[in-house]
């Protein structure tokens, strides 16, 4: 690549990430202004007189610490749930003939074509039924189960020699020690990638939780700030604040995996 081709697509690299980074830049910045200075036209750019004053008062505001602890235990739960049925189902859908297999697996990528709307009062009644409504089994269970994590981890376990498989089994081992032992430690990459996305889904789940909760006790992060926007319409500092307690965690997931992700996403084949 020349030099003035490279320095073209340095700059536009430049701008695209100044693009992307710039909104949480405000979203962080108008959280440490005060309520005067977040309403003043022209906006400022950055906060004159920088306060934590609204971090201070969303610790104790609408129950928001028992809102991120909810968040927290729903989506670890659900995340944990949710790689283990992947795995399971990737490594079957991949190193497991069968009759009906092609047609099964066909069916599960058929269901990441289906709006969530279209099934979710049908889902609610049933929950109601079985007397779910506002736990937090209720929240969690649409999560157990992603076609997306099951298509993922089968895409990269088909990279796996069979021959690896055969042996382990001539050598007597069982089906349980080879998925544990084997399968899984050669899709850490993958399985670290998948763990990203689900996390991700599940802690911006919105509408769901929304739903069959009814108790702010049982109120997740998203249907809190929700809840905290619409008691504080104005109060731009303190629902900014939220936002930033809200992205910490899934960012802290991101660094820690984020080889991992880069890695699982490098790896990942459409092998059929």
Not at 74 to 79: L, Q, R, Y
Not at 182 to 204: C, D, E, H, R, Y
């Amino acid at each position: 690549m020349s030099g003035w081709r490279k320095g073209v697509f340095y700059l536009v690299l430049a701008v695209v990430a100044l693009v992307m980074v710039f909104p949480f830049y405000w979203m962080v910045a108008t959280s440490m202004k005060g309520p005067r200075e977040v309403l003043v036209y022209p906006p400022t750019f950055y906060p004159h007189v920088p306060t934590l004053e609204n971090y201070s008062r969303i610790a104790v505001e609408a129950e928001f610490p028992r809102y991120l602890l909810n968040s927290v235990f729903v989506v670890g739960i659900s995340t944990a749930i949710a790689i283990f049925t992947s795995c399971i189902g990737g490594y079957i859908f991949a190193k497991f003939d069968f009759p009906g297999r092609a047609i099964l697996f066909i069916l599960v990528l058929a269901t990441t074509m289906i709006p969530f709307q279209t099934y979710m009062v049908p889902l609610y009644l049933m929950f109601k039924n079985l007397k779910l409504i506002n736990s937090y089994l209720g929240i969690m269970a649409p999560l157990f189960i992603t076609s997306f994590g099951i298509f993922f981890i089968r895409q990269n376990a088909l990279g796996i020699p069979d021959e690896l498989i055969a042996a382990a089994r001539i050598d007597g081992a069982s089906e349980w020690f080879i998925f544990r032992h084997i399968i899984v430690n050669l899709l850490i990459a993958p399985i670290s990638a998948i763990t990203i996305f689900v996390a991700m889904f599940g802690w911006k789940f919105f509408i769901w939780p929304l739903i069959i909760t009814n108790s702010p006790s049982k109120f997740v992060l998203e249907v809190g700030l929700s809840s905290l926007a619409h008691r504080n319409a104005m109060d731009y500092g303190l629902q900014m604040a939220g936002a930033v307690f809200s992205i910490i965690p899934i960012l802290a997931v991101f660094l820690v995996l984020r080889r991992q992700f880069v890695t699982g996403i490098t790896m990942t084949g459409m092998k059929s």
